[in-house]
C-alpha cells in the first residue's frame, strides 16, 4: 500500500526503551517526582509481596513471528481489556495524537521532498497492539525518512526495567520480586536522512508507558545531527524547543537539553551522536493530562523546529569531499544505535519487528581508518563542537559545551 507522506519505524518492541531509549548514560541519578495521579485506575498488589503477573500475561520474548502483516490498521490498537489495569482514556488519547502526528508530519515530508513515494505497512500481534509504519527511501531530498507508530503489550523481567533506567525509578513498583512485569507502550519514533550534506538528520520518539504494578511515566524527545556546524540553524531549532519547553514548565528545557547531551554520547569514540535537542524520560511528577500536554506540543513542534532547515539546504551545493564526509558521520550514527541505543538494543533482545528496529539506520554509511580531517576545516568545526559537548571544554567556536551560545539565543 503506498502513500504520499514520510516514515519510520522502530520496533513494536523496541519503543518500550527508544532511541533513541528509556535510558541514560551510567552515572546520572537524578528522580523526578513519582506520584500517581488520582485519576489512574492501576492496578493493586494482590499481596503485601507484591502482584504476580496473571497466566495470560505475554511472554518476555515477543517473538520474531508474532508480527501479523494487515491490508489497513484498525480504527484502533488500543482495545479495553487488553494488557494490565490501568488509565485506558489515556492509552487512547495517546495512540490518536501519535495517529495525528504521523499523518501531519509524513505530509509534511512529503511536501518539502516534492516526489518521494512512501510506504505503509501495518501489523497486528494475537495478544493486543501492532503498529504501522510509514517508510521512505530514494526521495529527492530525503535517502531514507520514516515515521512509526507501535502499541505494544508485552512483559518485562525486573532487571530488564531496572536496567533501562539506571536513575533510582522503581518501574517494577507494586510487583512480586522476580515476577516479570506485563506492560503497555504506545510511541510514535521517526528518523530522516537528508541527502545533501547540509541538511541535518533528526530523529525524534514520544511514548507513553504502563506497568501492571501502577507505574505509569511519559518519555520523549527530539534531536539533531548536523554534519557541519550552522548557527543559525541550531538557533532556530534550540530555539523552537525552548518556547515549547518554557510554556509547561521553565526548568525543563535546561533540564531536557542537557540530558540529550548526557543520552546521545559515543562512549567510545567521546563524541555526541550530534548537537542536541531535548530528552526526557520517567515524568510522570504532575497529572497524567499535564505531560500528555506538553508532549503533544513538543511532537507537534518537529515540522516547525526542522522542516525550515531542511528546505534552506536542500538544494546546497555540495562536494564529493563533503558527501564523503556526511557518509562517515552516518557511520557514528549507526555505532549509536546499535552499541548504546536501548530502543535498538532491547528490541533486538525482545524478538520485535525487525525491520522497524533497523529502520533508523542510515541506507548508507562510511568508515575510514584512522580518520581526522585537517585543522581549521569546517569538518574540524564540527567534530570540535562534538568534543566538546562531552568534555565541557571550550571550542574554538563562539560557544562551548551544550552549545549554550546557540540554544539559550
Not at 59 to 83: I, Y
Not at 89 to 102: S, Y
Not at 133 to 145: D, Y
Request: hydrophobic share 35%; aromatic share 10%.
Amino acid at each position: 500500500m503506498k502513500i504520499a507522506g514520510t516514515s519510520f519505524v522502530l520496533a513494536a518492541a523496541a519503543v518500550v526503551s527508544s532511541a533513541n531509549g528509556f535510558g541514560v548514560p551510567r552515572g546520572f541519578a537524578a528522580v523526578r517526582g513519582g506520584a500517581s495521579s488520582s485519576e489512574l485506575s492501576m492496578s493493586t498488589p494482590a499481596t503485601d509481596e507484591g502482584k504476580k503477573a496473571g497466566p495470560d500475561a505475554p511472554p518476555v520474548q515477543l517473538g520474531w513471528d508474532t508480527h501479523k502483516p494487515v491490508t489497513d490498521a484498525p480504527a484502533s490498537l488500543v482495545r479495553e481489556g487488553d494488557g494490565p489495569d490501568g488509565n485506558y482514556p489515556m492509552r487512547a488519547k495517546f495512540e490518536q495524537m501519535c495517529r495525528d502526528a504521523q499523518v501531519k508530519i509524513t505530509q509534511a515530508i512529503s511536501d518539502i521532498d516534492g516526489e518521494a513515494t512512501f510506504q505503509e505497512d501495518c501489523w497486528v500481534r494475537a495478544n493486543g497492539g501492532g503498529g504501522m509504519s510509514r517508510v521512505l527511501q530514494g526521495g529527492k531530498v530525503f535517502e531514507k525518512a520514516g515515521v512509526n507508530l507501535s502499541v505494544v503489550y508485552g512483559s518485562m523481567p525486573q532487571e530488564a526495567l531496572a536496567a533501562a533506567t539506571e536513575r533510582g525509578v522503581d518501574r517494577a513498583k507494586g510487583m512480586a520480586p522476580g515476577e516479570r512485569v506485563p506492560f503497555f507502550a504506545c510511541g510514535l519514533s521517526s528518523v530522516m536522512h537528508p541527502r545533501n550534506p547540509m541538511a541535518p538528520t533528526m530523529h525524534f520518539n514520544y511514548r507513553y508507558f504502563e506497568t501492571d504494578g501502577g507505574v505509569w511515566w511519559f518519555g520523549g524527545g527530539t534531536d539533531i545531527t548536523p554534519c557541519y556546524v550552522d548557527e543559525d540553524d541550531m538557533k532556530h531549532f534550540h530555539g523552537t524547543y525552548k518556547e515549547v519547553c518554557d510554556k509547561h514548565d521553565p526548568n525543563y528545557y535546561d533540564e531536557f537539553s542537557a540530558w540529550a547531551d548526557r543520552y546521545f554520547v559515543i562512549q567510545h569514540r567521546n563524541e555526541t551522536r550530534g548537537l542536541g535537542g531535548i530528552f526526557f524520560d520517567d515524568q510522570n511528577d504532575r497529572d497524567p493530562n499535564t505531560i500528555f500536554e506538553f508532549s503533544k506540543e513538543a511532537l507537534g513542534s518537529v515540522i516547525k523546529a526542522y522542516g525550515p532547515i531542511v528546505e534552506k539546504h536542500k538544494n546546497d551545493v555540495y562536494t564529493e569531499k563533503q558527501k564523503e564526509w556526511q557518509l562517515m558521520r552516518r557511520g557514528r550514527y549507526v555505532e549509536f544505535n546499535l552499541v548504546y541505543d536501548r530502543g535498538t538494543v532491547f528490541g533486538l533482545k525482545t524478538g520485535g519487528r525487525i525491520e522497524s528496529i533497523l529502520m533508523s539506520l542510515p541506507e548508507t554509511a562510511r568508515w575510514e581508518y584512522d580518520h581526522n580531517p585537517e585543522p581549521g576545516t569546517p569538518e574540524a568545526d564540527f567534530i570540535d563542537a562534538a568534543n566538546s559537548q562531552e568534555s565541557g571544554a571550550e571550542s574554538n567556536l563562539i560557544f562551548v559545551k551544550n552549545i549554550s551560545y546557540l540554544k539559550k539565543i
